[in-house]
């Protein structure tokens, strides 16, 4: 990956929720998460890696891909919450230098799980809101869909904050949240901060997520790093 041009990257670790911007075409955006910890009931589960690959597509598309590898205690090593996913760009807005909120929409698969009863097919999609005011940017996700183990119907949210101190640092918050049909709501918040180093052309972040209800882990830690790399002219 080195040899290839490298292009912008959105930096959009560490975020569960996402905004309402998508790669330009022939351009794959590289999240990886190289360390995070996560804390459930006195036990401590370290993640490596947690890794998400977007392509441009069309310019109005991006087509996504996530997963993570959990070394439980427990149960060993797992692969944890594989998914596919679409992001169709519905209006162009201030994340594509224009007036007003940038609107997208996201729906894919969230594939088998090797943890828990988490063996079938689920689906999810959700619509995304932009805006920008002044030094404070926030996205809005809103949606729902169907989990993996049951089929049982679930609805999502997530707000993200962002405070830009400077073109290369930035305050980030979030409040996120699910609840499946006939359970308790689970809500988390994140505090942390996303950095751009102009000489590597990358994004690092630094998260901490508190659960705040239902079955969400105590405490999570995470960092990573992100950077986008072009195949070919966006003109093609």
């Known amino acids: ?28 955006e590289v999240q990886i998460g190289y360390f995070a ?7 401590t589960t370290p993640f490596i890696p947690q890794v998400e690959l ?16 959990e070394e439980s205690p427990d149960e060993g090593i797992q692969l ?7 992001k169709a760009l519905l209006r162009d807005g201030v994340l594509q230098k224009k007036n007003g909120p940038s609107i997208a929409v996201e729906a894919g698969f969230l594939l088998p799980s090797t943890e828990g009863d988490e063996k079938d097919l689920g689906v999810k999609g959700f619509g995304i809101l932009s805006e920008r005011f002044s030094f404070f940017t926030c996205h809005i996700n ?11 119907p ?3 949210w997530g707000v993200i904050g962002e405070i830009a101190v400077n073109p290369t640092f930035r305050f980030v918050g979030e ?10 709501y689970d809500n ?7 950095w751009y180093s102009k000489q590597l052309k990358s994004f690092f972040d630094l998260g901490v997520r508190k659960g705040i209800s239902g079955d969400e882990a105590d405490w999570e830690l995470t960092t990573g790093v992100t950077f986008s790399l072009s195949f070919g002219s966006s003109d093609d």
């Open 175 to 184: 409040f996120n949240g699910e609840h499946p049909d006939g359970e308790s």
């Open 1 to 28: 990956m080195l040899i290839l041009p490298d292009s912008h990257a959105w930096g959009y670790r560490p975020f569960e929720s996402t905004n309402a911007a998508v790669e330009e075409p022939n351009e794959l």
């Open 142 to 152: 809103l949606g729902g869909g169907l989990n993996r183990d049951d089929r049982n």
């Open 37 to 43: 910890l996560k804390r459930i009931e006195g036990k």
């Open 54 to 69: 977007d392509y441009g597509i069309l310019g109005r598309f991006e087509a996504e891909g996530e997963f993570e590898v």
């Open 188 to 194: 988390t918040g994140l505090l942390g901060f996303i």
């Open 80 to 86: 944890d919450d594989p998914e596919i996913e679409i």
């Open 154 to 156: 679930f609805a999502l």
